[in-house]
């Protein structure tokens, strides 16, 4: 899976797809809103259980206490952790419906502190639209996407 300007190109398809607002670096940062560059596996599909349906079984269900720490000072930093939580974090449960399918990369793992957290591929607020250094894409296409591809798989950013 290779994300290009042209879009995410995967299976003989181009799917347009969202980038980071600061473009891609290869000196990613937490906060930066970068996309980083390099070749990030896919390590977990996370979905709304009461939104979705016909995934693949290595999908799980996101909670209604999941979390996601983006705080470099948090021993979970860039890991899934629950409710409460002390340190500053993302809610994975989201009203809007840009959580509700979530393939987790494996950018920053192990966790090194301040080198970015929670880069995902999910779907776009709205097409064009950048993200905070994820890769987003029309919800019709990541759900085409999610049924297709295996844990390990390479989303390819250059």
């Known amino acids: 899976m290779r994300v290009t300007k042209a879009g995410v190109l995967f299976a003989g398809r181009r799917l347009a797809c969202s980038i980071g607002r600061g473009g891609v670096t290869g000196a990613k940062r937490e906060g930066d809103m970068a996309t980083p560059r390099g070749d990030h596996r896919i390590i977990g599909m996370l979905y709304r259980a009461d939104r979705l349906a016909g995934l693949p079984a290595w999908a799980r269900p996101i909670g ?22 002390p340190f500053r974090h993302e809610s994975l449960r989201r009203a809007d419906p840009m959580y509700d399918l979530i393939l987790v990369t494996d950018w920053n793992t192990p966790a090194r ?34 049924r297709r591809i295996r844990p390990g798989c390479v989303l390819r950013v250059r």
């Open 64 to 85: 209604p206490g999941d979390l996601w720490s983006d705080d470099p000072a948090d021993p979970a930093y860039n890991r899934l952790v629950r409710r409460p939580h």
């Open 113 to 146: 502190p301040g080198h970015g957290s929670a880069i995902f591929v999910h779907t776009w607020r709205r097409r064009g639209a950048p993200t905070a250094g994820c890769v987003a894409l029309a919800r019709k296409d990541i759900l085409w996407l999610a």
